[in-house]
């Protein structure tokens, strides 16, 4: 497809499991982020790639939270002993240049994580 | 600090109305500001954006303006259609960061036949 592809769309996981999101960017784009929303909130933003480096980690919540983008395309955001207040839909979001205010940002229709 | 929100958490409208969200932001170096459409279950869509050096930009039925001197962002969505029902956010660029964007809380918009 010509969006961004985001996968699990849902995911239902127990306490203290490992998960991965994958998000598949719109092809040619270099800047990829990532944002968490919880229910009846904003995007939160998490992470951000220019190519393979991630330029700025800071909105990680804590070190359970880590993400790749090995190849410059498709990134994995990795969640390890997950919590239940890890519960949130996770977007991706990418853009052909590296500044959100050209309005080029364009998110995927998330992946819904939900920790019992 | 920095925040952007929101002073209406739900609207609702007769289709065919006019409606206006409304977003407060609070000291900040951005001068980027954008709005964005989000329907159930689909990621945020891009409606249309400002800089700070414009009062007042328009799109296909859709206004935003911005007054720098209350710090205040609206939307205006003309002639209604159901379609627009959705939820709006307003965004603007993190202090220092020209590709963070920081979001408000969201206005529910409901547009009744």
């Known amino acids: 497809g010509a969006g961004v592809s985001q996968t699990p769309s849902n995911k239902v996981t127990e306490k203290g499991k490992y998960v991965e999101l994958r998000c598949d960017p719109i092809s040619g784009h270099t800047a990829l982020y990532w944002y968490r929303q919880s229910l009846g909130q904003g995007p939160e933003f998490l992470i951000y790639?220019?190519?393979?480096?991630?330029?700025?980690d800071s909105g990680l919540p804590n070190d359970r939270f880590f993400a790749v983008r090995p190849e410059g395309s498709v990134s994995t955001l990795k969640i390890q002993r997950t919590e239940r207040g890890d519960s949130a839909v996770y977007l991706c979001?990418?853009?052909?240049?590296?500044?959100?205010?050209?309005?080029?940002?364009?998110f995927g229709e998330g992946s819904r994580l939900t920790v019992l | 600090g920095e925040s952007v929100g929101l002073h209406l958490p739900t609207l609702s409208v007769q289709e065919g109305d006019n409606s206006i969200i409304n977003c407060a932001y609070s000291n900040s170096a951005s001068d980027y500001f954008i709005w964005y459409k989000q329907e159930s279950g689909k990621g945020p869509q891009f409606i249309i954006d400002?800089?700070?050096?414009?009062d007042k930009r328009q799109g296909q039925r859709v206004t935003v303006l911005l007054n720098k001197t209350v710090k205040h962002l609206s939307l205006q969505i003309a002639a209604t259609q159901p379609g627009d029902s959705a939820v709006y956010f307003c965004?603007?660029?993190?202090?220092?960061?020209?590709?963070?964007?920081?979001f408000g809380k969201g206005t529910l918009l409901t547009v009744n036949p």
């Open positions: 965004a603007h660029e993190g202090r220092g960061s020209n590709y963070k964007l920081t």
């Open positions: 790639f220019q190519g393979t480096g991630a330029a700025d």
């Open positions: 400002i800089r700070s050096n414009m």
């Open positions: 979001a990418s853009s052909l240049q590296h500044r959100a205010n050209t309005g080029e940002l364009f």
